[in-house]
C-alpha cells in the first residue's frame, strides 16, 4: 500500500510539473526496482487527467457554452487546439515503434531530461510577451508537444516554454499547455486501458487514483504560481537529475 501511495505521488507531481513524468519512471524502474504494473499505470493516469479537469473546470465550462452559443473567440480556441494537436496524432501514428524503443534507452532518456533543463533555462533570456494564442503559435506549441513523446521531454516543459518563446503570456501559455493536452492524454488513456490484462487490488486502484488526483491538483496549483518567475527552476532540478544518473548508468 505504502508503494501505491508513493507511485501516486511521483505521478501527480511529475505528469504536470515540467520535470518528465516518464524520465522519473525509468528512474525509478532501472534504478530504484520500482516497477508500475500496467493496471495500476493506468488508474494514475486517470487520476491526473481527472485533476486535469476539475482544475480547468471553469476554463472548459465556459468553452463549452461558447460554442453552444457559437461565440467567435470560443470556436477560434477549439480550433487552435485541433490544429495544436495535429502534429503529436501524425508523428505518433508515423514512428510509434520508434517511441516505444526509446523507453528503454535509459542513457538517452536522462539526456533528453537534460535537454529539457536546457530549454527551461532559456526561458529566462526571453522577454516577457502579452500575446494570445494564434493558429501559428498553437502550431509551434503542438509540434513541441510532439517530442515530448519521447520520454525525459517533459510534455508541460516543453509546451509551455514553447508559448513563452512565442512571446505569450505566461498564465495563457500555463492554460494553453493543459487543455492542449487534454485530448491526447484522453486519447493515451484509452490505449492504456486496452493493454491492462488483469486488474490489481480494487482498494489499490482507488487509493492510487485519488493520490494522484490530489498530488496533480497540487502540482498544478504550484506550477500557476511559479510560472510567471520562478518557472526556469526546474530546469536546475532536471540538469542535475539528468547528470547525476547518467554517472550512475555509465558506472
Request: net charge positive; charged share 15%.
Amino acid at each position: 500500500m505504502i508503494k501505491i501511495i508513493f507511485l501516486g505521488i511521483v505521478q501527480g507531481l511529475t505528469e504536470f510539473l515540467p520535470i518528465s513524468s516518464s524520465g522519473h519512471l525509468a528512474i525509478l524502474e532501472n534504478f530504484m526496482k520500482i516497477q508500475e504494473p500496467v493496471g495500476v499505470t493506468v488508474f494514475l493516469h486517470l487520476g491526473t487527467f481527472i485533476a486535469t479537469i476539475v482544475y480547468f473546470r471553469k476554463d472548459i465550462y465556459e468553452i463549452i457554452m461558447g460554442l453552444i452559443k457559437k461565440e467567435s473567440s470560443a470556436i477560434r480556441y477549439v480550433i487552435n487546439i485541433i490544429i495544436g494537436n495535429i502534429p503529436i496524432v501524425v508523428f505518433a501514428i508515423l514512428f510509434r515503434d520508434l517511441i516505444e524503443n526509446t523507453f528503454t534507452e535509459v542513457r538517452l532518456i536522462m539526456i533528453f531530461l537534460g535537454i529539457t533543463g536546457a530549454v527551461l533555462l532559456l526561458t529566462t533570456i526571453v522577454r516577457r510577451g502579452e500575446k494570445q494564442i494564434s493558429p501559428l503559435r498553437a502550431l509551434v506549441i503542438g509540434i513541441s508537444q510532439m517530442f515530448a513523446v519521447f520520454p525525459g521531454l517533459s510534455r508541460s516543459g516543453l509546451t509551455i516554454s514553447s508559448g513563452i518563446f512565442a512571446q505569450m503570456e505566461r498564465t495563457e501559455a500555463f492554460r494553453f499547455s493543459f487543455l492542449l493536452s487534454l485530448p491526447a492524454v484522453f486519447g493515451a488513456n484509452l490505449l492504456e486501458f486496452k493493454e491492462i490484462t488483469s486488474l490489481p487490488n480494487p482498494l489499490e486502484i482507488i487509493i492510487g487514483l485519488i493520490i494522484s488526483f490530489i498530488s496533480g491538483l497540487i502540482a498544478l496549483r504550484l506550477l500557476r504560481s511559479l510560472v510567471q518567475k520562478w518557472f526556469y527552476l526546474f530546469g536546475f532540478y532536471c540538469l542535475i537529475i539528468s547528470l547525476v544518473f547518467l554517472i550512475l548508468e555509465t558506472f
